[in-house]
């Protein structure tokens, strides 16, 4: 399994602080030019549930409006009479003004992300920025917390939305003299323009590789044609995801891996090194101003975890299971490298992949190239919505002559079968823009909640960069893609089936390291035989996937796990290095010291692999490791499923009760053990990984 892009499955906008955190960007495609003419003001409707078109300067107004309108109801907040204070005139009229806010602005911070004209996605990408400050400025207002602080809640919803909303507050220095909290405020505001500069410069990043067609050798013919050729007969390759895995897992000379592995480890090292060395000073004196010895510390208080000591027992510990497995598959990929160069003594970063891609088809008999052909992306999102149509009673229905931002993006209603309501909307955005961001991610839009008496329609996007599909061929996925599609789908369903009153508590607003859960159990469910079968279909034939072929791919699956996992755990504690350190960090120093110390080997000189860690600038900063923390619920949830059968729809309907629908209504261990029926172990992870974590 290729591991460089699990990092960024889950992009998330960290601009408001509690609230929601994921944004979709809208753009406009030329054939919603002439609804947009027809009216001034945008109207949401089932063909539109978010604007896609925007003429220039709009982001900006719209943006400005919406903070001014918000600006002016919290300052009715602050200023009610004493009489005029309730529990609905400060607690809840906040959490609705703050939704009200992040519905207005997410769709336009998504724009920045996707939005095919530069100009206007750079009004989205100010518009991220603005974001980010206005919720340090309300989080940061003594005026709101005392008015909010003094509430009395009525139900246990309600104090879970007073606990919740005050200890921001309380997080955001509302404690410190007037003095401090203004200096917290400075440098947070500071932080989060750090932050999006950070990620617009990715997104940004154009870089290209030139290689002759010899360099190349072994590359899918159907995947050469999708290079740019020069003149000279050489190929532009891009560090966008396609190009890169294809190189990787391919390219048969070790020099244009190490060459790719290099550039794509190199991405804007130049700028984003430097704001995020300056980002973790800021974020040291902030923490250390709030009263926490570290960031970590700051950023663990009030997650599962709880504090920085219990994530580094678990990284530890899993660092010595997983020292052995991976070091048993590294002498195995060894050993496939002494066939090609009986002068090799080790096995280098840019080889896994490749030399992995060689184990496949040695010892289970399949070549990725082959297994494409069975998964056009048609057929696979029929699959998967077959697959979480039944195990949550909902049925996705595309709507025909949608608007959206570019004509490749297509628009799907959520249907509840008990009755054939609409529930929510999911956009998909799967192929590669210049200028788009760059991985997989999972983005909010419209959050759902109680609104005048009704629930709300919930809208998000998934955002990807498959292969584009060609003239004579769709566009067809890796199992691996497959994988990760299954994952951000699973974001959508905790996303879409919310039925949390509160938008400031609803969808995937939970706790930093259980959000990872629902996304990473469901897709467990591509390695069921049953699933995996049922997504497929050869794009000729339409015929599906032979069973020992089947067989084969699902048996391989642990013959990685020990390297991607490995490189999971040293993303983890790479982060959790930046985070607790007390002085000015070398990030690529520590980069490189915790490469060695995860793997036993340095990676190459000169690659400088934290200016393009988009989580650590993009709401993961000491929570990466929120991804292996998750991964040993899922699998406990994953359990429970296997025992019963992986489509069993009452236990999918549990599923989403227990936990999809909950939002961030209880801690995230109360809803595990709601659903388990007992408490949430490690034993399903060790069986997984075929390790012993016993010990802790
Ligand atoms: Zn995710």
């Known amino acids: 399994m290729h591991t460089s892009d699990y990092r960024t499955r889950l992009y998330r906008f960290s601009w408001l602080i509690v609230l929601t955190a994921i944004c979709l960007l809208t753009a406009g495609s030329l054939r919603n030019t002439r609804e947009k003419e027809s009216s001034d003001v945008f109207v949401p409707g089932p063909k539109s549930p978010i604007q896609t078109h925007y003429s220039p300067g709009e982001i900006t107004e719209l ?28 607690v809840l009229a906040f959490d609705r003004i703050m939704t009200d806010y992040a519905d207005a602005v997410c769709p336009l911070v998504l724009m920045g992300h996707v939005y095919p004209e530069a100009g206007i996605a750079a009004e989205g990408v100010s518009c991220e920025e603005s974001a980010s400050v206005f919720a340090t400025r309300v989080y940061t207002r003594r005026d709101l917390y005392d008015a909010l602080r003094e509430q009395t809640p009525r139900t246990p919803e309600e104090s879970r939305l007073y606990d919740i909303t005050i200890r921001e507050f309380e997080k955001n220095g509302l404690k410190l003299s007037e003095e401090r909290l203004a200096t917290v405020r400075e440098m947070k505001t500071e932080l989060g323009r750090l932050e999006t500069q950070y990620s617009a410069n990715l997104n940004n990043d154009t870089t290209t590789l030139e290689f002759s067609a010899d360099e190349l050798a072994g590359i899918p013919a159907t995947t050469l044609v999708t290079f740019q050729e020069t003149q000279q007969g050489t190929f532009q390759v891009t560090l966008k995801y396609p190009d890169y895995r294809a190189v990787m897992t391919y390219a048969e000379d070790p020099e244009t891996r190490r060459r790719m592995y290099a550039a794509y480890n190199n991405r804007q090292a130049d700028t984003n090194t430097a704001l995020l060395e300056d980002a973790i000073v800021l974020r040291q004196k902030i923490a250390r101003e709030l009263g926490y010895s570290t960031w970590a510390d700051y950023r663990t208080h009030g997650r599962m975890a709880g504090n920085t000591t219990t994530v580094m027992d678990f990284l530890t510990t899993m660092q010595e299971s997983l020292k052995e497995k991976c070091r048993d598959e590294m002498a195995e990929l060894l050993v496939i490298k002494k ?28 070549d990725e190239e082959e297994v494409r052909e069975y998964f056009p992306v048609d057929t696979v999102l029929q699959g998967l919505f077959e697959t979480y149509g039944t195990l949550f009673q909902i049925g996705f229905a595309e709507i025909s002559d949608a608007l959206v931002w570019s004509p490749d993006v297509r628009l799907f209603a959520l249907n ?49 960069n498959f292969h584009k599909p060609e003239e004579n061929r769709p566009s067809l996925l890796t199992i691996t893609e497959i994988e990760t599609l299954f994952h951000e789908a699973g974001h959508g369903m905790h996303y879409l089936l919310t039925q949390a009153p509160y938008g400031t508590l609803s969808g995937f607003n939970v706790e930093w390291d259980f959000v990872e859960t629902p996304s990473q159990t469901l897709e467990e469910w591509v390695w069921d035989p049953e699933v995996l079968e049922s997504l497929s279909g050869h794009y000729k034939t339409s015929g599906k996937i032979p069973e020992s072929l089947r067989d084969r791919i699902i048996a391989s699956r642990c013959a990685g796990a020990g390297n991607l996992y490995s490189r999971l755990l040293l993303n983890s504690l790479e982060d959790m290095r930046f985070h607790t350190a007390t002085e000015p960090v070398d990030v690529t120093e520590v980069w490189y010291q915790t490469h060695e110390d995860v793997t036993g080997t340095r990676p190459p000189a000169g690659t400088h692999q934290p200016a393009s860690f988009g989580h650590l600038m993009g709401g993961y900063d000491a929570g990466y490791y929120g991804y292996l923390w998750s991964k040993v619920y899922a699998l406990n949830i994953v359990d429970v499923f296997r025992e019963t059968g992986m489509t069993n729809r009452a236990l999918g309907m549990k599923f989403r009760d227990e936990i999809l629908s909950k939002g961030n209504m209880d801690d995230g261990m109360v809803l595990l053990e709601n659903f388990l029926g007992r408490e949430p172990g490690t034993d399903a992870l060790c069986r997984y990984l075929g390790i012993d974590i016993s010990q802790e």
Request: hydrophobic letters at 35%; one cysteine or more; aromatic letters at 10%.
């Open 416 to 464: 509840s079968l008990a009755d054939n309501s609409t529930i929510g909307y999911l956009y998909l955005d799967l192929y590669p823009r210049e200028g788009k961001y760059g991985h997989f991610c999972a983005s909010e839009a419209i959050s759902g909640r109680i609104m005048d008496g009704t629930y709300s329609l919930p809208v998000m996007t998934i955002i990807g």
């Open 63 to 90: 943006s400005e409006a919406a903070e001014r309108t918000a600006v002016a109801s919290l300052d009715a907040i602050a200023a009610l009479s004493e009489d005029g204070c309730t529990f609905d005139t400060t």
């Open 339 to 366: 066939d090609l160069n009986p002068e090799a003594t080790t096995v280098d970063p840019w080889d896994v992949t490749y030399l992995q891609e060689i184990q496949k088809k040695e010892e289970y008999a399949y």
